[in-house]
């Protein structure tokens, strides 16, 4: 489960850059934000249902006290708006990608990055947009947060593969399949301890992009001669 | 998370079928096996970690007290025994259904199960196999045993490439694509609490596959001219 962690690292290391080119840097985080990403740690590792409010404050190095202060909703709250924001930060990551890499180097780069999060971390590889997405039926906001992350992801690859001439009708599934395929790939990694499946799945993406332009190529190709 | 639910749904039908024409029918199944398939909705619905015993022995209908007389091993040993059941299931539904309909059609089938499941629980759609990849690092051995059956269903689909005449390198990935696909998208239906993501995912593997096989033809139609 994590199309989210891969781009979370992706953001962290840009969020890095950035702090580097301006001080005082990463301190300055407020306890809100930390609490968010106590959040976004646990729901990738754990899940919804084992996330518990005292980690999230440990984790996040924040006062526990502050929870309901800055999220008076509690842990649904609090799980809400760290989806949404990974969802943000995802998308901003997946824009940037295609608009400096391109279509294909995106797919293969989170396979790069995978490698990377998996040696590091090899038992703790999770979404946490897909923890929320599994948070229904008992919380729907939740999960509706879920929803429009993964929407928004699709839509960005939608409009690169139109910039690629590949037609509507074939850009949308194609799209569907990236982002389920990422968080598949990430179930199977969990399971794995390993990062394998998801280089299986970059790989199998790939295939797919290539013969995906191939058949766009060759259909203008016909239509121009 | 349910390739597995679906092809639950599937082997369902193939065991009502045989149940009608053996008498006496379903009712035979003995306690262990009504634990197992309690434990099997059960871990597709909620996960493990909240996969309670009391509640798998209700939705079996079978006595709470026989659980660790038939699984020694408690909780952990019921849900990989599920999962090797599930995996093993899941498998023969994919060989058959290639045999007897082919890659393409028994891609596009996945999707009509789904579309009906989804109508009947749209809140509780998820894999069993996918609840126990999850499993880890608390319990390898579940977490193995997941691992074992994305692995069968993927060898499965190899062989039908292959027999298509898509080569090794190319059908490894593939088959890799489709698992992750299928997984990733039942986490996408259960945030939605609906099957259009399963359907686009369906529809995108589809398209894959076609373009898949066409280049393969392609070749093949230049090497013999």
Same mark, same amino acid.
């Given at each position: %489960? ?6 979370? &690292?992706?953001?962290?290391?840009? #969020? ?6 301006? $001080?005082?840097? =990463? ?6 934000? !930390? ?15 084992? %996330? ?26 609090? *799980?809400?708006? *760290? /989806?949404?924001? &990974? ?42 947009? #897909?923890? $929320? @997405?599994?948070? !229904?039926?008992?919380?729907? @906001?939740?999960? =509706?947060? @879920? ?14 593969? !139109? ?32 990062? $394998? ?8 993406? /790939?295939?797919?992009?290539? $013969? ?12 121009? *001669?």
């Amino acid at each position: %489960m994590t199309v989210g962690i891969v781009k979370q &690292e992706l953001w962290d290391e840009r #969020a890095r850059a950035e702090a580097a080119a301006s $001080a005082p840097p =990463a301190r300055r985080r407020d306890g809100r934000q !930390r609490l968010l990403e106590g959040a976004l740690a646990l729901l990738a590792e754990r899940g919804y249902a084992a %996330m518990e409010l005292r980690d999230v404050a440990l984790r996040g190095d924040a006062p526990r006290g502050s929870i309901y202060h800055h999220f008076p909703g509690g842990k649904s709250q609090l *799980a809400a708006e *760290a /989806a949404a924001l &990974e969802g943000e930060r995802v998308r901003a990551h997946i824009e940037r990608s295609l608009a400096e890499r391109g279509l294909r180097e995106t797919l293969l780069l989170f396979g790069g990055i995978f490698r990377r999060r998996a040696a590091d971390h090899p038992d703790r590889i999770g979404c946490p947009v #897909a923890a $929320a @997405a599994l948070a !229904r039926p008992e919380d729907p @906001a939740l999960a =509706a947060a @879920a929803t429009a992350a993964f929407r928004s992801w699709e839509e960005s690859i939608v409009t690169a593969l !139109r910039g690629e001439g590949v037609p509507a009708r074939q850009a949308g599934p194609f799209a569907a399949l990236v982002i389920s395929t990422i968080e598949g790939a990430l179930v199977r990694a969990r399971a794995a301890g390993d990062h $394998a499946p998801l280089d299986d799945a970059v790989a199998g993406l /790939a295939q797919a992009l290539d $013969a995906l332009l191939a058949g766009t190529r060759a259909r203008r190709a016909r239509r121009s *001669a």
